[in-house]
């Protein structure tokens, strides 16, 4: 018998963690259903590709019997890298390599929701089901949605990223701002509305650092598409205050001129044909000593639990890792109820994302600084 034999869970949120901790509690008989605030699977457009790491991301599919499909759909190729400097003078390139070892494979946002979708049973998704706010019921709980719906459940897992709401039912930790403010932004048809960008990302991904603190990181996407983010040091509330309508890309171009002085003038052709909106995100991150009284009713993972800045390439794959492993938990017969099984589960969990946060926070203030080359270089090349 494990902690949750005949208990009904629910997950909120259906982002690579919930989906994968879902799929993972499905293959262990377990009664489960997803709640989603997205109407359905196509309802916005999907960022960056990610890439998936052995220890954890890979390992995650692995458990879920999903390796295959991951093979089937991964970017070949998407992994490579191009380091260039601000005039896009090319420092260090993966494409020179024929024989190079692909240990972290890459993924477009879109295949890999997907693969987990398409691996669950029909119906344990609902969309359309924005949770506005939950109440006690029982010994579980009550899940209250912006459509009027409502859901009962004995364990809530939230999984529902940066700006939970169901985080300030475990903890009123918060966190804290990083210091860098990301601007992302998106060409449709890349070959044919950034040729330039395009030929130097030959299908995998550009890192631009400057020597003046700020960076811009392009990724090719499978649909001929590709996705950019800006990073630069300002204050937190800077996108609130800085007058600049993110939906006129006339404004944006501007901004990116000015506070980008001294770049190649060929990085504009990312902002002159932008498709849809920008979005400006501050990014933010958990601090790396948080804890809390485990519940028998209730936890965290991915963004929800651990937010970080995406300067180590981290968050997905944790997401995938808390899901493995709070399955892991509450599947054993080693834990005789759902706190301890809990417990066990944000013990290791809230231990390894501190010693990720921490590393991922130096980095991000390296690659927003005057070394940020020679840094990302040593990570590269290690001497
Ligand atoms: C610009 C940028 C680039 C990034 N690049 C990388 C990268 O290269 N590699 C990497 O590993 N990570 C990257 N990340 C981080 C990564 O996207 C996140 O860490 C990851 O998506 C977290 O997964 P999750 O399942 O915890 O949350 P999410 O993916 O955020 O999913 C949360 C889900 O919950 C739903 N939801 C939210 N609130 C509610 C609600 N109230 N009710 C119902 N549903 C709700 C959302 O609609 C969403 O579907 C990047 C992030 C950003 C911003």
Known sequence: MNAIEGKK???????????????????????????????HEHA???????????????????????????????????????????NGNVIFDDHDYADREVSRPEIDRGPLQKILLDALKPGTVRWDRHML?????????????????????????????????IRSYLTPIKPFYSGVTVVEGAVK???????????????????????DGKSLIVSSKGDGSLVFYTGCKTEESWSRDCGIDFSNREQVQNWFAKTFEGWDIAW????????????????????????????????????????????????????????????DCLTSEAFKDSRTAIAAYEKQMLSRASEVAAITMDSTNALHSEEAMAFFLNIIQPE
Request: with cysteine; aromatic share 6%; net charge negative.
């Open 189 to 211: 048809d890349s070959a044919k509305d950034s040729p330039d960008i395009h030929r130097l990302l030959n299908g995998g991904k550009i890192f631009a650092l400057g020597d």
């Open 133 to 165: 706010s939950m109440e006690r019921a029982g010994m579980g709980w009550k899940l209250i949605f912006r459509n009027g719906e409502t859901a009962t459940a004995d364990i809530v897992v939230a999984a529902d990223g940066a700006n939970s709401k």
């Open 9 to 39: 869970i629910a997950i909120v949120g259906a982002g690579p963690g919930g989906l994968t901790l879902a799929r993972l509690l499905q293959n262990k008989g377990a009664d489960v259903s997803v709640y989603e605030r997205d109407l």
């Open 44 to 86: 916005r457009p999907k960022g960056a590709t990610l890439d998936l790491h052995e220890e954890s991301g890979l390992r995650a599919l692995k458990e879920a019997g999903l390796i295959e499909a991951f093979w089937a759909n991964h970017r070949a190729g998407a992994d490579k890298l191009r380091l260039v400097d601000k």
């Open 268 to 327: 504009q052709e990312l902002f002159e044909h932008a498709h849809g909106n920008f979005v400006p995100r501050p990014q933010y991150c958990m601090p790396f000593d948080q804890h809390w009284e485990s519940q028998s009713n209730l936890t965290l993972l991915g963004d929800a639990a651990h937010l970080m800045p995406p300067y180590a390439g981290e968050g997905v794959n944790m997401a995938m890792l808390d899901a493995l492993e709070l399955s």
